[in-house]
Nanobody
Framework: QVQLVESGGGLVQPGGSLRLSCAASGFTFSKYAMMWYRQAPGKEREFVAGISSTTLRPNYADSVKGRFTISRDNAKNTVYLQMNSLKPEDTAVYYC???????WGQGTQVTVSS
């Protein structure tokens, strides 16, 4: 079955960087788009970034444009989220999502605080 396992979260100071990874299994990874979502305490889950399987063209939420970069390595069945210039409002649990399978990872906590 489809499995998505996130890693790379943690505590970082404002202005810092983190790189999240999502290892996928159970499907032909290279054929499908992948996405990142996040959910802050008391808020709904929101879209952060997505990347297609073919053109590899990414798209981003306005709140992260210019700071976050989504990428994928099809040889490793892994999608990444490079997060730079982090802000306290980026604090959330970050989830990997495979939309064609409606499948979510378990999430990884990102906390931006001094």
């Amino acid at each position: 079955q489809v499995q998505l396992v996130e890693s790379g979260g943690g505590l970082v100071q404002p202005g810092g960087s983190l790189r999240l990874s999502c290892a996928a299994s159970g499907f032909t990874f290279s054929k499908y788009a992948m996405m990142w979502y996040r959910q802050a305490p008391g808020k709904e889950r929101e879209f952060v970034a997505g990347i297609s399987s073919t053109t590899l063209r990414p798209n981003y939420a306005d709140s992260v444009k210019g700071r976050f970069t989504i990428s994928r390595d099809n040889a490793k069945n892994t999608v990444y989220l490079q997060m730079n210039s982090l802000k306290p409002e980026d604090t959330a649990v970050y989830y990997c999502y495979a939309p064609n399978f409606n499948s979510w990872g378990q999430g990884t906590q990102v906390t931006v605080s001094s």
